[in-house]
């Protein structure tokens, strides 16, 4: 098994056609040898997998911060979604408490500014452009408690609202590199000074950044590629259903749904990320899922649980011994199991992660691999993973409603 992560591929045959199937292997071998030669030197998405990144902050420049017990974080998109992520994956090892605003939700708001312990926290802003509306919106609601002592601004060193509110207010700024989209950026300032005041490592989660480019992880990641790639070609598959077995890993699942989402949905390509909370949905959409059309792909995530819950007295008679001494997890790798050899049985494709351990160096390593298999699948399906057109049409029209 894979020291952090254990990863299945169950996508047969009958989805691609295997002459092709060679040729894109080969061509995603290159691309990636070409990705790994120039991560030192290119500053794309890529660089912040590299040894020689430099981040545009230093620990010394927080520690006046640490006083506070609790942080608000003020973003969307990927200027939240991959510290919330980091929260809720080592939320064991976390003293202090984190709020995200990652949406425009007024009783949110009102129950946070009702708290008596605002004073005592930390606001950290975060907005690529610097001119993010919801953004701004949250910020301004908070405009009596924002201040030079109690904020950190991250946004890029641009003529922007935010860089200049920071410069008016003499407030901390920190800059977002311009060359790292949002969906991109949890490995950069974004998600590592969260990180810092999270009590995380941020050199624990650059660890193991670099392994699917090396040997059979390399294989495994090509593989992958490859099979997906041929799924999203095949233009019957719909949805992919992120099937997830572990409350931790939710929010890093929404990570993924943007990052999927958004990088691979353009031009008439791509598959919806739809999260499942399981086992839950066993009794709600399993039925579905199984016996409807054959439209879905399944990615299944489960976590090595290392607190265990016992069933140490049944209650409801011999019948129901079988799970006398058993432990909770059992009962959700069992329904596990038992969803895979369906899946199986019925040539429905899917991946499974098993998370081996709760720790930032598999967390670091999940999202390069989430990374690196969005990147290359948009390679070989021929759209830019990088943008995000039909976003930016209705930026432009919302401030057009709004003025």
């Known amino acids: 098994m894979n020291k952090n992560i254990y990863l299945r591929n ?61 942080v608000i974080l003020i973003g969307m998109g990927g200027s939240a979604l991959g510290a919330e992520a980091l929260y809720s994956f080592c939320k064991d090892k976390i003293k202090k408490k984190f709020f995200f605003f990652d949406n425009l939700d007024q009783f949110k708001i009102e129950s946070i500014k ?3 312990n605002l004073k005592n926290s930390l606001f950290i ?55 790292i989209g949002g969906r991109y950026s949890v490995l950069s300032e974004v998600g590592m000074v969260p990180a810092y005041f999270m009590g995380l490592k941020k050199n624990y989660f650059r660890k193991n950044l ?4 090396k040997s059979k992880k ?11 790639a041929h799924i999203y070609n095949f233009k019957k598959i719909n949805s992919i259903i992120l099937l997830n077995y572990a409350p931790e890993v939710n929010d890093f699942l929404y990570w993924c749904q943007q990052l999927i989402a958004e990088s691979l949905g353009k031009k008439g390509n791509g598959i919806l990320p739809v999260i499942s909370p399981a086992p839950r949905d066993h009794h709600s959409l399993l039925q579905l899922y199984l016996d409807g059309p054959k439209d879905k792909l399944f990615y299944i995530f489960s976590l090595n649980v290392r607190k265990k819950m016992k069933i140490n007295k049944n209650v409801f008679g011999k019948t129901f011994n079988f799970v006398e001494s058993k432990d909770l997890s059992k009962a959700k790798e069992a329904q596990k199991n038992a969803l895979i ?63």
């Open 341 to 403: 050899h369906v899946l199986k049985k019925k040539n429905i494709p899917y991946q499974e992660f098993f998370i081996n351990k709760r720790n930032e160096e598999t967390l670091g390593e999940l999202f390069s691999y989430f990374i690196m298999e969005t990147v290359l699948i948009g390679r070989l399906i021929n759209v830019n993973p990088f943008d995000q057109p039909a976003v930016e049409e209705v930026k432009f029209l919302t401030k057009k409603y709004l003025s």
């Open 114 to 116: 009702e708290n008596k």
């Open 210 to 213: 670099l392994a699917f480019f």
């Open 10 to 70: 169950g996508i047969s045959s009958n989805f691609f056609n295997k002459k092709i199937y060679s040729k894109d292997k080969i061509r995603i071998n290159k691309i990636i040898n070409n990705i790994f030669d120039s991560l030192d030197v290119e500053k794309n998405a890529f660089h912040s997998f590299s040894k020689s990144f430099d981040f545009n902050f230093k620990n010394s420049q927080l520690t006046r911060f640490n006083k506070y017990k609790s």
């Open 218 to 228: 390399k294989t495994l990641l090509i593989n992958n590629v490859v099979k997906l």
């Open 125 to 179: 802003i975060i907005s690529k452009s610097g001119n993010t509306l919801e953004t701004l919106i949250n910020s301004n609601l908070f405009k009596d408690r924002i201040n030079k002592k109690n904020t950190i601004i991250i946004t890029e060193k641009k003529n922007n609202l935010l860089n200049k509110f920071a410069k008016n207010k003499k407030i901390l700024q920190i800059d977002h590199k311009d060359y």
